[in-house]
């Protein structure tokens, strides 16, 4: 992906900008480029919105300095930091281990009162949160690609160990998806050993070349790697469980407040309902308060991890393939989200079971300067304090910073054979299984 320059005026402030080598706009006001939410905001939205721009375009200008003067490791953040990380995340923990216990306690005393129905809804919300604190909730729906079956795939895997260090999954599930995604967990079947899985979207590949896939797997790769992943995950996973908890007593309340609706009839109504969102509310703002802090806190760890990773990812393939296979990635999921009923269209016209096939039908069809275009346009990211990642457009301009050219000996041609299994001609018969899941998906989700 490359831009050619033309000038473009800010709407807020009208002040000309220059498009940068992968044709992003910043306005010193703050303006992150066309389609900027900031434009059509008004009222308190709108001052809402500036503060919070200022502040998050501050954290990724600084982030981007600490980068150009060729500090890449999160470790660089600080002692003193990330020990207050630590204690934070072990507070929250400890937070959230309060409430159980407080649960438990009142579960049991009503128990003791023989107020049974009350025990019950205690117990009830006492055992759903324990175990969604306990058990994985990622459970990509698949299919698995061991090295026998996918030895292409897997060469490539094995491309990547070589140039960047980083280990290799145990496992690699493909998913219908246009995304790519690493997690590890202790499963009982492995009696509760690390496993790492990587889940790798079809639907990514269509507009990738086998250097842009390399990239991607080096990046999600390098997760694993790095010597602060344990800790990484333990904060992660601290906020992740303070918002899940919170969003649950939050239902919980609502739910509640409906149950309490049902046993009524006339004008106390709003009343009843009200109470049981505002109860909600009363219980759950000191949790918000928290999870707001923590997460503040966490955003320089997280969005460093990130860019770390994006660094090792840009050291062994180059900064135009992580460029490429980012948009790339936004393309195809745009695609594979807003034109999946023409698609479908296209598969029985051509009598085809593939719907990443249509795919690249699709894209082989438009010139480079329509690829291009759409590149650009997914690029519609604009920085704001509630991501805890760096935005597409901030890890573009990291990859400029680092400006490392592709390396000599790896192929540019299409990544399509990745999928293609031992001792098959093509990956149609692996795809068309993905596109039946793809399909199964959005049809359980329309229910
Ligand atoms: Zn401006
Ligand atoms: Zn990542």
Redo the contacts with the bound molecule.
């Keep these: 992906m490359a831009a050619t320059a033309t000038m473009v005026r800010c709407p807020l402030c009208g002040a000309t900008v220059a498009p940068d080598q992968w044709g992003l706009v910043e306005c010193s006001c703050g303006w992150g480029g066309h389609g900027d939410p900031l434009e059509s905001a008004r009222g308190l939205r709108r001052l809402v919105m500036r503060v919070d721009r200022r502040l998050a375009t501050r954290t990724a200008r600084a982030d981007l300095v600490r980068l150009g003067s060729g500090h890449w490791q999160p470790g660089r953040l600080g002692l003193v930091y990330m020990l207050a990380l630590l204690l934070a995340s072990t507070l929250i923990y400890m937070v959230i281990a309060a409430v159980l216990v407080g649960l438990a306690a009142f579960a049991f005393s009503l128990i003791r009162d023989h107020a049974w129905i009350g025990a019950s809804v205690i117990a009830f919300l006492f055992v759903v949160f324990s175990l969604s604190l306990l058990l994985d909730r990622i459970r990509p729906k698949g299919v698995e690609a061991p090295r026998a079956r996918f030895p292409r795939l897997w060469a490539a895997l094995d491309d990547v160990r070589a140039r960047t260090g980083a280990p290799l999954p145990h496992r690699v599930i493909l998913v219908p998806q246009a995304n790519a995604y690493v997690f590890q967990h202790r499963p009982l079947r492995r009696l509760f050993r690390r496993e790492l899985v990587l889940a790798l979207g079809a639907g990514c590949l269509p507009l990738q070349s086998e250097l842009d896939v390399r990239s991607l797997l080096a990046?999600?790769l390098a997760?694993y790697r790095h010597g602060h992943t344990a800790l990484h995950r333990y904060y992660a996973r601290a906020e992740r469980a303070l918002s899940d908890f919170t969003n649950m007593l939050t239902e919980a309340g609502e739910t509640h407040g409906v149950l309490t609706r049902s046993y009524r009839t006339g004008g106390s109504f709003s009343f009843v309902v009200g109470a049981g969102a505002m109860l909600a509310l009363l219980f759950t703002l000191p949790l918000r308060l928290i999870l707001f802090i923590f997460h503040l806190l966490r955003l320089a760890e997280s969005r460093a991890a990130?860019f770390e990773?994006d660094r090792t990812a840009i050291n062994a393939y180059g900064s135009q393939a992580l460029a490429d296979n980012l948009t790339a990635l936004l393309v195809a999921d745009h695609t594979l989200r807003g034109t999946a009923s023409s698609l479908r269209a296209d598969m029985l016209k051509h009598n085809s079971r593939s719907i990443y096939a249509e795919m690249r039908r699709h894209y082989a069809a438009l010139p480079p300067t329509v690829i291009l275009h759409l590149r650009q346009e997914s690029l519609r990211e604009f920085r704001s304090l509630e991501r805890s990642?760096p935005t597409t457009p901030d890890r573009l301009r990291a990859a400029s910073i680092a400006a490392v050219p592709p390396p000599p000996d790896v192929p540019h041609t299409t990544s399509t054979d990745l999928l293609t299994p031992a001792g098959a001609t093509g990956p149609e018969d692996v795809e068309a299984e993905l596109t039946a899941l793809l399909f199964a998906e959005r049809h359980s989700r329309r229910r």
């Design positions: 990046h999600e997760h990130e990773a990642h």
